[in-house]
């Protein structure tokens, strides 16, 4: 019996070529494959400039030390979302402040912002997720005008995704956006990820940030003006994600395909996509009454599905800082009925059809 998982990459002959050529040559680390990648990064969203990490939990973090967040300050983000959109806070000694989610997108909701912001509010990290954009024209809005609120995108899901007329990653609703690459999102560099950004102040801390807060590198000259990380791209990972992304808007069309069919032959109750977006999907989640039962059932019949997520106020460490369940309740009914089904651009409409006749058996 063929076994299906919830995601899985999509790799080519012309990636393990790319990734070849790069151990054949000079520079397995700091060469020219990252700068390659981080341009086709900005030509692909339209930012000006990118970084390229080691992971998107490390972008996050120097996205965080870039807004110069620390100690008493507070950061708001959707509990609906995988640990590191809230434990980037917490590296800085920040507060994570949660915030409830729409129940049909499961994105963070605007209107529950708003009333969670006060004096102390420094960060917003919207997290588009299974891919989808959140409001940001709305998000945006509820900025106040006397001081600076950065708003940092939790992109995680959503490399090739739309929200209006920008694709996610352009900046024009935020001071930066964090991908990653991981092998269950969209392309992948085996671990990896990207910050993207409009502003040349913060290019430059995120760039030291990333090598031990070293500025002004000249010969063997260099100085260390702030507390860095090595959160470096290999050249080895950066060959492959310049390979996978030539592929992103074919992955992205296979994605839609996928959704729709699932939309049109199994009609359960899925997210809706609002007007605004037009999603690169990263996941497809259903709602299912004995999602226990349902899991096990899959599981039995070769589809290994996946929770996403288990609201992370709930999770021990969080609440050891005072949250408890029933804090946030849409979050928490989501999680009680979600499942995530196959979704990557190599399912065949044979695997396709499989699954769904698989999935009919155990409702
Ligand atoms: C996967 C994921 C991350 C972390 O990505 P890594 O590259 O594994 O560090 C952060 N946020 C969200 C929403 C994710 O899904």
Same mark, same amino acid.
């Not at 409009?198 to 590198?217: C, D, I």
């Given at each position: 019996m063929k076994v299906y998982n919830y995601g899985k990459q999509s790799i080519t002959e012309d990636d393990i070529k790319s990734v070849i050529d790069v151990l054949q040559s000079p520079y397995l680390t700091c060469g020219p494959k990252v700068k390659e990648f981080e341009k086709a990064i900005c030509e692909y969203t339209g930012a000006k400039y990118c970084v390229a990490v080691n992971s998107a939990t490390s972008g996050l973090h120097i996205a965080m030390l870039a807004a110069g967040i620390g100690g008493d300050d507070d950061?708001?983000?959707?509990? !609906?979302?995988?640990?590191?959109? $809230? @434990?980037?806070?917490?590296?800085?000694? $920040?507060?994570?402040?949660?915030?409830?989610?729409?129940?049909?997108?499961?994105?963070?909701?605007?209107?529950e912002i708003k009333k969670q912001l006060t004096p102390k509010t420094k960060v917003i990290v919207p997290v588009h997720f299974a891919g989808q954009s959140c409001n940001m024209e709305a998000?945006?809005?509820?900025?106040?005008?006397?001081?600076?609120? #950065?708003?940092?995108?939790?992109?995680?899901?959503?490399?090739?995704?739309?929200?209006?007329?920008?694709?996610?990653?352009?900046?024009?609703?935020?001071? !930066?956006?964090?991908?990653?690459?991981?092998?269950?999102?969209?392309?992948?560099?085996?671990?990896?990820?990207?910050?993207?950004?409009?502003?040349?102040?913060? #290019?430059?801390?995120?760039?030291?940030? /990333?090598?031990?807060?070293?500025?002004?590198?000249?010969?063997?000259?260099?100085?260390?003006?702030?507390?860095?990380?090595?959160?470096? !791209?290999?050249?080895?990972?950066? $060959?492959?994600?310049?390979?996978?992304?030539? /592929?992103?808007?074919?992955?992205?069309?296979? =994605? =839609?395909?996928?959704?729709?069919?699932?939309?049109?032959?199994? /009609?359960?109750?899925?997210?809706?996509?609002?007007? #605004?977006? @037009?999603?690169?999907?990263?996941? #497809?989640?259903?709602?299912?009454?004995? =999602?226990?039962?349902?899991?096990?059932k899959a599981k039995e019949i070769g589809l290994n599905l996946q929770v996403h997520y288990i609201p992370v106020h709930t999770q021990p460490y969080y609440q050891k800082l005072g949250y408890k369940w029933g804090d946030y309740p849409n979050a928490e009914k989501y999680y009680e009925h979600c499942i995530s089904l196959p979704l990557y651009p190599d399912l065949t409409n044979e695997d396709l059809e499989d699954i769904v006749s698989r999935i009919k058996r155990i409702l």
């Open positions: 950061v708001i983000t959707s509990p !609906m979302t995988f640990l590191a959109s $809230a @434990n980037c806070a917490r590296y800085c000694g $920040a507060n994570v402040v949660f915030t409830d989610v729409e129940p049909e997108t499961a994105n963070i909701d605007p209107v998000i945006q809005k509820l900025l106040p005008v006397d001081r600076k609120v #950065y708003i940092i995108e939790d992109a995680a899901h959503a490399i090739g995704s739309d929200y209006k007329d920008t694709k996610v990653g352009s900046c024009k609703y935020s001071d !930066m956006t964090v991908f990653s690459f991981h092998p269950v999102k969209t392309i992948t560099t085996g671990e990896g990820g990207a910050v993207t950004t409009n502003n040349e102040v913060l #290019y430059k801390k995120l760039l030291a940030f /990333r090598s031990h807060g070293m500025h002004h590198t000249q010969d063997w000259k260099y100085d260390m003006v702030e507390l860095g990380l090595n959160y470096r !791209m290999t050249d080895i990972q950066a $060959a492959l994600g310049c390979s996978q992304i030539k /592929r992103l808007e074919q992955f992205k069309k296979r =994605r =839609r395909e996928i959704v729709d069919y699932y939309n049109r032959n199994l /009609r359960l109750p899925h997210l809706v996509e609002k007007e #605004y977006s @037009n999603a690169c999907f990263h996941l #497809y989640p259903i709602l299912v009454e004995d =999602r226990k039962s349902f899991y096990d």
